[in-house]
């Protein structure tokens, strides 16, 4: 509405209005809901300064003459009438000012005005940088005042176009966001809120768009699982640096990391050169780029699509094992049991994925036999984060597989998970006696005409030699060891003599975990490789280095078989393993 318009519209408003009319003075236009006068933002927090414009849809403000009130506990620092329509209101809102909706009146010369409402809240955050590019990727840092955000539960948004890629709460008063800016989105201001369950905390006009926009594009389009593909990147106001500059792909689910970029070669600021390597079981469909150097970003959407490969049964391995899990009870001491034996048939991961590992870090390594080790867990990675590796191909052997031995046959069925497509076998109901120990199994397939052919591998799957129990001390009730006596521990086999008859073939070991080391934040750990005679001890020189507190007690006997491989495959060196594992957590002192 123009001004003339607007000024058209004033004289044929009731002057009772202008005037400031009572309750019971009301005009037609406000018993129809007419709203002549707006306040933004409608809220402030405790303890914050604010910025608060109120506007009126018809000229009424003066210049010289405008003073606005929001009660008590909120000071009104100065009042600046930018014309007739708009005033801006710099208040403070002290720390003790009541939580809740207050009225705002505005006076005007010899009239008031009630404006509006304005609520004051205990919550706030400020956003800092507060303003991206159009195609910009931002990390953005909140900076709460009384709030009590949680990672997993806590999530950020920026309204349309405006996608959130990640969200990181570092405390209940500090989250780090990683946002991409659409190239569609519209310039100007926008709000910020957090949502946490079912609280809402909003930054009005807490982020800024510009109009600068950042643009890129991605060559090739599309390319197929398992191929090494050159690209080129053209981009329009980047700041492309050899070594700075790094890009990462997005699917539908977020960041994966099913496609490896082997080289970056920067040409100029705004063009690049790269080789990338998409793995074998890559997810297919749309990806988004996303480039970083320092602190700039661009996002270019749906720039490659990922394509079926070929493969082949002749690329096919098998992961097969036949293990024994038991833990007791801290309150009953009762055992728990489980059997499982499992067996995949799959495509291995090309470019390979994940390192593996120990998991036990630097710590020094005991040497078999009978001398025990203890030292920090260092450089393991324990606050990190494990490499998401993409899922490999699965291949149907049939609807059953199974494993046969003159003891006994153990059937392992058929399970496709409905959400991967994933295949894999696993025997159902299994107990102790299902698990025939010091036992060799062939490996039967069924066959499946879309997969693999019937076929027998002989002698694969290899037991543990004997069926052995922790017989001493009982580590349940809260079991209290004192750090400054010998801990003697006691292993049997079910044929009543010591040991779990591991020698030669197999290995038995034990460890303590879940303190930390002489002092330190390091984990700590101690292990041996005893001799298998059914009776260690570990020593008050080895405990004093553990830190008081619960520790967990771990024994297995551990057993691989031979290489192996399918008939016409490439992977011949497959192993079959078996364990028997126990856990039990006690109390150091």
């Known amino acids: 509405m123009t001004r003339l318009a607007r000024a058209a519209a004033f004289l044929l408003v009731p002057l009772t ?6 309750p019971e003075d009301t005009s037609e236009e406000e018993e129809a809901g007419y709203s002549f006068f707006e306040v933004h933002p409608p809220e402030g927090a405790q303890g914050m300064d604010a910025e608060v414009v ?6 009424t403000f003066d210049f010289a003459n405008t003073n606005v009130f929001f009660g008590q506990g909120i000071v009104v620092n100065s009042v600046t009438v930018t014309d007739g329509w708009t005033t801006i209101a710099d208040v403070t809102i002290e720390p003790d000012a009541e939580i809740g909706k207050r009225a705002v009146q505005a006076a005007v010369g010899d009239l008031t005005y ?3 409402n304005f609520r004051v809240v205990g919550e706030s955050f400020t956003v800092s940088p507060d303003r991206g590019k159009i195609g910009e990727t931002v990390d953005v840092t909140l900076e709460g005042h009384n709030t009590h955000w949680k990672d997993g539960r806590t999530w950020v948004n920026f309204g349309d176009d405006v996608d959130v890629l990640d969200v990181q709460v570092l405390a209940e008063e500090l989250v ?6 659409d190239g569609d989105a519209v310039p100007g201001m926008r709000d910020v809120w957090t949502e946490d369950g079912g609280k809402i905390v909003t930054r009005y006009d807490g982020f800024q768009i510009d109009r600068v926009a950042l643009v890129a594009e991605f060559d090739p389009p599309q390319g197929d ?9 053209r981009a329009r106001d980047t700041n492309f640096q050899q070594g700075v500059t790094s890009l990462v792909f997005y699917d539908a689910g977020g960041l994966n990391p099913d496609i490896r970029v082997d080289d970056i070669t920067v040409l100029d600021a705004e063009n690049l050169w790269g080789r990338m390597t998409l793995s074998n079981a890559a997810e297919l469909g749309m990806r988004d780029v996303i480039l970083t150097t320092g602190e ?7 720039a490659f699509e990922v394509l079926g490969g070929e493969w082949s049964l002749e690329e096919v391995a098998v992961s097969l094992s036949f293990t024994v899990t038991r833990g007791l009870n801290n309150e009953t001491g009762e055992l728990s049991e489980n059997v499982n034996a499992g067996a995949v048939f799959f495509i291995p991961l090309d470019p390979p994925c994940g390192g593996g590992g120990s998991g036990m870090g630097s710590a020094p390594s005991p040497e078999p036999y009978d001398s025990n080790v203890v030292g920090p867990i260092t450089g393991s990675g324990s606050g990190g984060e494990a490499e998401d590796c993409p899922n490999p191909t699965t291949v149907s ?26 295949i894999t076998y696993s025997a159902v109901g299994l107990t102790i006696d299902d698990y025939v120990p010091d036992n060799l199994y062939d490996l039967h397939l069924q066959g499946d005409p879309d997969g693999l052919e019937e076929e027998v591998i002989d002698g694969v799957q290899p037991t543990v030699p004997c069926n052995w129990y922790m017989e001493s001390p009982g580590l349940w009730g809260n079991y209290t060891q004192d750090r400054s006596t010998n801990l003697d521990y006691v292993w049997t086999n079910t044929e009543g003599g010591y040991g779990a008859c591991t020698y030669p073939d197999a290995i038995f070991y034990t460890e303590i975990s879940g303190t930390t080391y002489n002092g330190t934040t390091d984990p700590g750990m101690a292990a041996s490789y005893p001799w298998d005679d059914g009776y260690h001890s570990y020593t008050p020189d080895e405990l004093l280095y553990l830190d008081p507190g619960q520790v967990y007690f771990i024994a297995y006997s551990y057993i691989e078989g031979r290489e192996f491989g399918l008939r016409d495959s490439i992977y011949q060196t497959n192993v079959a393993n078996s364990y028997i594992y126990f856990q039990a957590s006690f109390i150091l002192e």
């Open 176 to 181: 780090q966001v990683e946002i991409s800016i």
């Open 114 to 116: 009630e404006v509006g």
């Open 225 to 233: 699982q398992g191929d090494q593909i050159e690209f080129t990147i």
């Open 397 to 422: 052997a049939g609807d059953y597989v199974w494993l046969e031995s003159d003891a006994n046959i153990v059937t392992l069925e058929k399970q496709v998970d409905s959400n991967s497509g994933l």
């Open 296 to 302: 700039e970003g661009v996002r270019v959407p749906d």
């Open 17 to 22: 209005i202008l005037a400031g009319c009572t």
């Open 54 to 59: 109120i506007t009126a849809d018809r000229s």
